[in-house]
């Protein structure tokens, strides 16, 4: 009879340490998780975008990595990694 008032008062102060669903321990443990599955994560939230968005976002990256090379003289440069950024996140779709 001890021992199991023990485990349930255990049980009881460890989900009293540990809280409910928005508790900071929760927070963490799905945050870790989605670290963990990072690329999964990113594909699924690219995936669940329209084309349109999509589009947009190509084109927000090839205007930030032209600017870039323009501010640091490196056109060539950035001109090639966009296209090969751009291909890739084709492919990517």
Avoid: P, Y
């Avoid at 669903?21 to 963490?28: D, G, T």
């Avoid at 945050?31 to 975008?49: C, P």
């Avoid at 968005?53 to 205007?63: A, C, D, K, N, P």
């Avoid at 001109?79 to 779709?93: A, G, N, R």
């Amino acid at each position: 009879m001890d021992r199991l008032c023990k485990e349930k008062c255990s049980l009881e102060r460890f989900n009293l340490h540990v809280g409910e669903v928005n508790s900071v321990h929760n927070r963490c443990f799905n945050k870790m998780l989605n670290f963990e599955n990072q690329s999964h994560s990113i594909q699924a939230a690219f995936n669940k975008q329209s084309k349109k968005t999509r589009s947009e976002h190509q084109i927000r990256l090839g205007l930030l990595l032209k600017w870039q090379g323009s501010s640091w003289n490196l056109d060539c440069f950035f001109e090639v990694m966009m296209k090969v950024s751009l291909q890739k996140i084709k492919v990517f779709f």
